[in-house]
């Protein structure tokens, strides 16, 4: 079965620095996302992408963030300058389409830790 | 803005045991719902999910969910759990295009 691959599954970062964190999603997948989990709190929505743009973004979701489908594989979260906050564990996941009826495929997670 | 609770943040349990995980919504109009399970070192999997129609739902590995919307629940349910049950469940809303998930439970069987 295809997967949603997420690299590196651990990143440890000093505070101020950027960070990208890599995802490769189903090939045949049209919508990709991120959500974050901080340690024993909720799994939360940042951004949906389709079409080369963010159709949705969460009040996470500042400045701070971006994301870019760089090619025809990769979709990336990028964070400018990491606050010490910024530590949990990111998700990316695909869907084939948008709509409730499409399941959302997750990878393994990146768990982001800032010194 | 629609929200999950999940109140059991820790169940254990014995193999053989039946296993009831609780969920409520916020949302009073048309929710469609999930639930999601993390294995250890895993990734989140689809177990199960109600969009209309009969409120009790079955999912893969024995799990079942009961949608009552009177009480806004949409707990998980397994009548004999096993250890390699062992993991953390998520229950979620869906809402145009995103999830929005619960704090998660973690379930612990022990053989």
């Known amino acids: 079965e295809p997967e949603v691959t997420q690299t590196p599954s651990h990143q440890v970062t000093q505070m101020g620095q950027e960070v990208i964190l890599r995802c490769v999603p189903i090939s045949n997948h049209l919508y990709f996302y991120w959500y974050r989990q901080i340690l024993g709190q909720k799994v939360e929505f940042l951004v949906s992408f389709y079409n080369n743009e963010i159709s949705e973004k969460s009040e996470i979701f500042d400045d701070q963030f971006s994301v870019e489908r760089p090619d025809g594989s990769n979709f990336t979260l990028k964070i400018r300058s990491t606050k010490l906050e910024d530590s949990a564990m990111y998700f990316c996941?695909?869907?084939?389409?948008?709509?409730?009826?499409?399941?959302?495929?997750f990878g393994d997670g990146t768990r982001l830790s800032i010194l | 803005a629609q929200s999950v609770s999940q109140h059991n943040h820790h169940v254990i349990l014995s193999e053989a045991a039946s296993l009831e995980l609780g969920c409520n919504y916020s949302y009073g109009g048309t929710v469609n719902l999930f639930w999601y399970v993390q294995y250890p070192g895993q990734h989140l999997q689809l177990l199960l999910k109600?969009?209309?129609?009969?409120?009790l739902v079955k999912g893969i590995k024995g799990f079942e969910a009961e949608f009552i919307k009177s009480k806004f629940s949409f707990n998980l349910r397994k009548p004999s759990v096993q250890w390699s049950d062992t993991a953390e469940y998520f229950c979620?809303?869906?809402?145009?295009?995103?999830?929005?998930f619960g704090t998660g439970t973690r379930l612990q069987v022990f053989p």
């Open positions: 109600y969009f209309s129609g009969d409120p």
């Open positions: 979620a809303v869906y809402n145009t295009d995103k999830l929005i």
């Open positions: 996941a695909s869907s084939e389409f948008g709509g409730l009826n499409q399941p959302q495929h």
